[in-house]
Structure formats: structure tokens, C-alpha cells
């Protein structure tokens, strides 16, 4: 499970058969500490439900395939779900905090 933030959406002008009807948005990968990790990428947003702002988790390859109905459909990134808080472990800083 990967931590992302959305930040726009996509609008493809040729949807393959299986994808009709599934949101593509444009996501932010993060890390653990909710700091933008690498490139931005498309994913399948399997919830319906995800918006440009959110953070969403998300997997990769094959079982990103899987979320989607049907299933094996040509995608490499798809949203599982809207994440609403992140409570970090106890002696850890959270995104918020920083040190002094």
C-alpha cells in the first residue's frame, strides 16, 4: 500500500473497454512523513469517491489490476482508498511536527 496525495485529474480522450466510467486522477506519491516522494502518476480511482486534494492510498502493478471490475484491465496505478487521518506511532514525529 502506497501514500499519495491527489493534485488534478485526468481526462483521456480513448478509454479502453473495461476502464469506461473509472475516474483517472493525477497523484502525488508521498512518504512516511507526507513529503512528495518521486514523480506524479495516473491512477484508476477504483473508489469513485477521491477529489484533487485528498490523500489516498494506492497500490502498483498486478494488484492494481485487480481492484478494478473487471478485473486484469491495463493499468499500472489504481486508488483503493480515501485516507481521513494518520496517527503516527508513539516516539515519532508526525508530518506536522518539527524539531526545534
Not at 473508489?47 to 494506492?58: I, Q, S
Amino acid at each position: 500500500m502506497l501514500l499519495g496525495r491527489v493534485i488534478g485529474t485526468v481526462v483521456p480522450c480513448v478509454v479502453y473497454e473495461g476502464l469506461a466510467g473509472v475516474p483517472m486522477l493525477y497523484v502525488q506519491p508521498l512518504d512516511k512523513a507526507q513529503q512528495p516522494k518521486g514523480l506524479p502518476l495516473v491512477a484508476a480511482d477504483a473508489t469513485r469517491m477521491a477529489g484533487p486534494g485528498e490523500l489516498v492510498y494506492y497500490e502498483g502493478g498486478r494488484e492494481a489490476a485487480l481492484a478494478l471490475d473487471p478485473w486484469f484491465v491495463p493499468i499500472d496505478h489504481t486508488i483503493i482508498g480515501i485516507v481521513d487521518t494518520i496517527n503516527p506511532a508513539p516516539g515519532t514525529r508526525g508530518p506536522q511536527e518539527t524539531s526545534t
